[in-house]
């Protein structure tokens, strides 16, 4: 007989995404997990010296691809606002630092961190946030990003989810880096960085 282990350490994540997503469905913004086609793609072009922050961890599927990438555990940070999903992560994750903060205000909780990153990997879903709190999250996460430092997004529309004048206002350009078509639903990955 088989065991049910392999299964049961699916399904508590699974379970534990699912009651969020039905008490706070625009917290959480999504029907399932990040896929694993969808975290490959959130990860490209990471490797072991990159410094990394992901913000909305979630159930640390995107966590999971980026740890694949060899980046090290101690070049990345996990930010989760949610304290189910942070004791969830802190249990999957003993040897990566999860910050219980809120990801719109991440740079003014980390001030020693400014310029620091290389990616800024985001799980928000960003179609749920208004333009202000959009523009908030970039000017953070470009605050604590290196000048060559890029930010990784995914979204369930064809399109950006970024407008093109916010992008402008800050000097940003997006570019569509894949499709993780077997993900549930589908989603497009945009990675934004600073025009040169």
Known sequence: MQSSAPQSAFLQPFGRFLRSWVSNPAAVGALAPS???????????????SRVLELGAGTGNL????????????NLKLVEIDPAFVR?????????????????SVARSLPHLI???DCVVSGLPLLLLSRAQRLRLLKNSFRLLAPDGVLHQ?????????????????????ERIGI???????????RIRRVQ
């Open 35 to 49: 896929g694993r086609e969808l975290s490959r793609l959130m990860a490209a072009d990471l490797h072991a010296d």
């Open 63 to 74: 966590t999971r691809g980026i740890l694949d990438a060899r980046v090290r555990p101690e």
């Open 88 to 104: 969830l992560l802190q249990r999957r994750f003993a040897d990566v630092e999860v910050l219980a903060i809120d990801a719109l």
């Open 115 to 117: 310029g620091h990153f």
């Open 154 to 174: 995914f979204t369930y529309a064809a399109k950006c989810p970024l407008e093109r004048d916010l992008l402008a206002r800050l000097g940003l350009r997006a």
């Open 180 to 190: 993780a078509a077997r993900n549930f639903p589908p989603a497009f990955v945009y």
